[in-house]
Structure formats: structure tokens, C-alpha cells
């Protein structure tokens, strides 16, 4: 006898209870015990219900702690959701990120294997203890400027020049530890005349420089800066660098093609749906066209129809320049 389960409210009632897949494959037991595959199937499935054996509706209602009735009607409204998990002390985060910051959440639970939600309840304790240590960094600097401006003092004796030389390093010093006192993170709370001087937030701030500094003390390869900061900015206004978490895995997964990347960032496909069969150097190929093949029909016919165009913009451009009388050669010989 089957059971139909409604792919919406098993969904549902898995989110609520702040598992994965996995680990509700994990809390069916025995008799009643539902593989990893079936849920994703079941999950997965454009039908508006999906029959089931009678057992595997039974393991999955009694592991969620509901009937297999509610499994087989579509789930509440968001609002009745959302007004039931506040009941039990949850919060919505009302937020959007870029598609490299999604992609770097999936990018952390494929290499470290911490999930997306625990990364994200996670996020204030990695913040905080980030911020610490950069305070404890700046404060170890700090002491080091000191000891170097009394040495420069002891080896200039009464001679102006070198006391006023000191005398500003440890002008600055002060200025920086009132700064670490107040838990400046990005160094806003300075004095004007330190602008003057040629300070530009735009370029640095000393909380990414502690973080470029912690990622190279750590060997951190996964970890990767986008380029020089003061032309590629920030990700965020405060002054949060621009990065990438396992570039160098993505481009050996997609061979850098574009679509394939594409397909990544914009959530088609994760890397942890990849077939294990496509993986690995021999399998590039037809790894790249699965990968591809994610992206909906429509949507990469737009892509490559925009793209071709570009490069026909590019083509008569060339044309131009050559009849012109302007090629790279021509501007070679100039120089």
C-alpha cells in the first residue's frame, strides 16, 4: 500500500527541525529506516505528491515527530511558519547575499563538511573571535612600535630630528591602543590630521589587514583575496575584503568554463550533487557538460546568445580599429 507525501511539507517539517538530509535519514530507525537517496528523491520530485511505501511515510512522520497525515498535505502559509518558530524562539534573518558569498557557504560545507545553517548560527562566534584577535594583533604591534621608538630615541640621544621622529611614532601609538580600546575595528575613530598624513580607508583598515595576515600565518591555500583592495574594493562598506573560499577547486571542477562556474554561483547545481563518477582529471569533459546541463534550457540559451553578441561587439570593434589604421602592431612601433 502507498502513502502520498507531499515534497513541500517533508521539507518543511526537516527545516523546522534544523536537519539536513542526511541526518533525517539518520533519525529513521529500524524497520522503518528511509535511505539518503529516497528523501532526496522524494524532495526533489515536479509531481504534487509522491507515493510512497506505507513504511517510508511511517519512518519519515515518526523521525520529524509528526503524522503521516501532515506529511501529506502541502505545508502552512510562510507567515503561519514563521509565527510557529518564533513560538519556540527562532528568528528570520532578512537578508540577501551575492551569488560568490552563497557559493562560498556551499563551498565551506563541501570542504570542512560544516553545514550551511551552522555556518550561519555560527557566524557572531567567528566574528567575535576574528575581531579579538585582530585587537590582540594590533596590540602586539603596537608594543613593538613602542620598543622600536625608545630604541630610536636612545640611539639619537638630545638630537631633534630623531626625538621628533620618536616622539610622533608614539603619538600614534597612543592614538592606536585609545582605538583598540574602543574596539575599533576598521580604524574610523582617528584624528583628521592622520588623513593628512595620507591614510585612506579605501585602500586598507586594520581589521582586513589582520585577516590577510592571519590567512598567510595559517597557511590558509583555501582562502583566496580578490586582488589588490584599493582597485577592486571592499564586499562589504565596512571594509570587508573581497574573497573566494576554494577557487582553485572550482576551477578543476568547471575546467573554467564559464557556464559550468555559472551553473555554481547561481545555485543550479552544488558541488556535492556532482556524480562521483565525473570526478577527477579524466572526467572533465563530461563533468562540464552535467554541470552545465543544470542550468534551465531557457536561461542558458539567453547566456550564450548575450555572450555571442558581446563578442561580435568585440569582432566589429577590431574592424574599426583596423581600417582605421590602428592595430597592436602599428602601436607597438610607436612606442
Known sequence: MTTKIHPAALKHYRDKNRW???????????KNRVSLPTIKRIESTKSAFYRAEGRIAEGLAKALGVTVDALSKPPTNEAEREASLKQFGYRPLRTMVDAETALAFNMVQHIYGIPVHSQIVMAPLFAALLAEGSLAWRRERVAEIEEAAGRLMSLGGGHFAFANSAYRAVDGAKQERKCIEKRDLFGDDIPDDVYDL???PSRNNPFADFLKHFARKVGAQIVSFNGDWSTTGWKTSEGMPEYRIGAELISDLTGDDPDAEYALLRGHTKVKDIPTDLLGEDHLADR???????????ELEKRRSERAARLSSLGDLDSVLAALGIDEAKENDDE
Do not use: N
Open 20 to 30: 539536513t538530509q542526511e541526518q533525517l535519514a539518520e533519525a529513521t530507525k529500524g
Open 198 to 200: 595620507g591614510y585612506d
Open 288 to 298: 562540464i557538460t552535467w554541470i552545465v546541463g543544470r542550468i534551465p534550457e531557457a
